[in-house]
């Protein structure tokens, strides 16, 4: 019962992630710190977006497998894979039912649901137990490397917001979407799994725990 509810958790929060990137796609005020960083890089190779964030994940992937290789698994997998494909499905349904040019207060208001989707489905597949993104690893890492002296949210921050900038200097488009979730990933994703998943959801139900 618990194995399937881990599988769950994982497989609803990957595809919570994939509609939330075609939100924000949509919205068009800016993608997630990772994708931003990727994007930008991507402009100045001769390589697809597609291809250079294949690549990139497999870099941070053998860092990972390196440094925090338990946080490693089904979902890694999973996620590394399809949230791109889930991404590309919703973007299809979304902008064929919301408005094809939509004013600038709706289409915030598309990108701030968009960033809390980002931050549930972040929670569930990372309290899963089944693996998390080697972008979302690293995070762990920054933690694991600090001792326990910085926090999961000020970590995620640190991370996300080098990511914008690196980003930003590459050419990327950084919009508030991009800002929200580089400031408020960390925090609401800590939030989250401490208050409602853990204590609330599945008390006894993460087989990954952290150092947050």
Not at 50 to 71: E, M, P
Not at 95 to 121: E, G, K, N, Q, Y
Not at 160 to 184: E, H, K, S, Y
Request: charged share 10%.
């Amino acid at each position: 019962m618990r194995k399937h509810i881990n599988t769950l958790l994982m497989a609803v929060g990957i595809f919570m992630l994939g509609f939330s990137i075609s939100l924000l796609r949509y919205g068009d005020l800016g993608t997630d710190p990772y994708t931003t960083m990727n994007l930008g890089v991507s402009s100045s190779l001769p390589l697809s977006f597609g291809l250079y964030q294949l690549l990139i994940n497999f870099v941070l992937f053998a860092i990972v497998w390196k440094k925090k290789r338990h946080t490693i698994g089904l979902g890694t997998i999973v996620n590394m894979v399809m949230v791109g494909f889930v991404s590309d499905f919703f973007y299809h349904i979304v902008v064929t039912f919301l408005p094809d040019f939509p004013s600038l207060s709706f289409r915030l208001i598309v990108t701030t649901v968009a960033v809390l989707i980002a931050c549930i489905s972040i929670s569930m597949y990372m309290e899963s137990g089944l693996g998390i993104a080697p972008y979302d690893a690293i995070t762990t890492i920054v933690v694991d490397a600090s001792i326990g002296r910085i926090p999961f949210f000020a970590a995620r921050v640190t991370v996300d917001v080098l990511a914008v900038l690196i980003g930003f200097f590459f050419g990327a488009t950084v919009g508030i979407g991009t800002l929200m979730l580089a400031f408020l990933t960390g925090p609401v994703v800590q939030l989250i799994r401490e208050q409602v998943i853990r204590r609330v959801l599945f008390p006894v139900q993460s087989t990954i725990r952290e150092t947050i």
